[in-house]
């Protein structure tokens, strides 16, 4: 029996009726920005990290700057963060004149490596950004023991993990400040959208009015304290987040179950190899990535995938190595090994709250057949 496969998409987001009535709601209210959602979608998740503050913002990226410019980190200063990331993990410096500097990561977790960053401290530098990365929490123990002992600030770039958590607790409220993400492809989506959490009363007053043009919090439309921006949520995006919130556990549940599927199945294919965890982390699974044995061709497979209607993408490129980043501060590959060998043999695999176990069946019958062609020639 041959079965035939559609297209499976590499993610999907899930929204449901409760999306669409809060969504309708907003639209028929009349008041599309500054209006009940965004508080109401703050509070939530503000609630289920555990954090004094959330501050909703119209990306992570935007978040992020935020973040950097509250902090203070300008021209001269140095962040210690990880170059296995989505670019605007360190893009975020760069806005603001500050100067990433990466260290390699650990390829068991494929984090940034705690073990490496003291011997990236110069007096130049003034704190660490973490990256959650594919919803597993950094060693937080570790880093906040560096951060201390050294005078540091720490800024955890939480985009991919919400629900994740260090220990029981929640991935972003250990820092100064913690930022998350909500574009389709994470773990709940606003469309676009990003939330700061923060137990800083200041920080987190600051980020809300530079977040709208830097407006006073009781002075007029055309008050402005400060430089600020318009990274505002609107109502629309911020009603899906209330949506999603109200069904955060069902659909991190959801996502575990298609992750666990994938794990006992792949378990069987030799030359793929899947995450795994240290037993203070709980996982919250943002993509499913795989890593491919070095004598596999990652893009024959991912040629041949994507053929059988299967998408795939190779996750992360290294951002030392993006050409803006080599011209600026003169990267070269080899700089950072751990980080090039695993973004070299990453590949996520399609994944979403709604795959049938036929899905993950026929995705995982397909790359078993793949890697067995596609072994290079030695
Ligand atoms: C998604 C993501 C961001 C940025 O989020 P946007 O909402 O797309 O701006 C930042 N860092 C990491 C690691 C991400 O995965």
């Known amino acids: 029996m041959t079965r035939q496969v559609q297209t499976i998409p590499l993610s999907r987001p899930d929204i449901g009726p409760d999306e669409e009535r809060l969504v309708l709601e907003v639209l028929r209210s009349g008041q599309l920005s500054l209006g009940p959602m965004a508080p109401e979608f703050e509070r939530r998740v503000a609630e289920y990290v555990g954090a004094r503050h959330a501050v909703a913002v119209s990306s992570g990226t935007a978040g992020l700057h935020l973040c950097v410019r509250v902090l203070g980190l300008g021209p001269g200063d140095e962040v210690i963060t990880t ?15 500050a100067r990433p500097v990466f260290v390699d990561i650990d390829p068991a977790t494929w984090n940034i490596d705690p073990g490496r ?3 990236a401290v110069t007096p130049r530098t003034r704190a660490i950004l973490p990256v959650h990365v594919f919803g597993q929490a950094c060693d937080m123990d570790a ?10 600030a720490v800024l955890e770039d939480a985009c991919e993990a919400l629900g994740g958590t260090w220990r029981g607790r929640h991935a972003g409220t250990f820092g100064r400040a913690g930022v998350f993400a909500f574009y389709p492809n994470k773990q709940i989506t606003t469309g676009e959208g990003g939330m ?8 987190a007053r600051a980020c809300r009015s530079m977040r709208n043009q830097g407006r006073g919090e ?5 008050d402005h304290e400060r430089l600020g921006y318009n990274y505002r949520l609107d109502e629309l995006s911020a009603a899906l987040g209330v949506a999603q919130m109200q069904r955060v556990d069902e659909i991190l549940a959801a996502r575990a179950r298609v992750a666990a599927r994938y794990h006992e199945l792949l378990a069987g294919v030799p030359g793929v190899r899947t995450m795994t965890w ?3 982390v709980g996982m919250s699974w943002f993509v499913y990535v795989v890593l491919l044995d070095r004598g596999i061709d990652r893009d024959r497979v991912m040629a041949a995938l994507q053929g059988a209607g299967i998408q795939c993408r190779a996750y992360f490129s290294p951002i030392h190595l993006q050409p803006f980043y080599r011209e600026r ?12 060998d695993v973004a070299r043999r990453t590949l996520a695999l399609p994944f979403h709250t709604r795959m049938t176990e036929d899905e993950v069946g026929a995705v995982v019958d ?3 057949e793949i890697c067995v062609r596609s072994r290079c020639p030695r």
């Open 278 to 280: 240290p037993p203070e």
């Open 117 to 119: 960053i003291e011997a």
């Open 83 to 97: 170059p296995f990331s989505f670019v605007a993990s360190s893009n975020c410096l760069l806005f603001e004149g």
């Open 143 to 152: 880093i906040l023991d560096i951060a201390r002992r050294r005078g540091l």
């Open 366 to 368: 397909r790359l078993r």
């Open 218 to 222: 009781s002075g007029g439309w055309l």
């Open 196 to 203: 700061i959490v923060t137990d800083d009363d200041d920080l």
């Open 329 to 340: 501060f003169g990267h070269q590959p080899g700089d950072f090994p751990v980080c090039e």
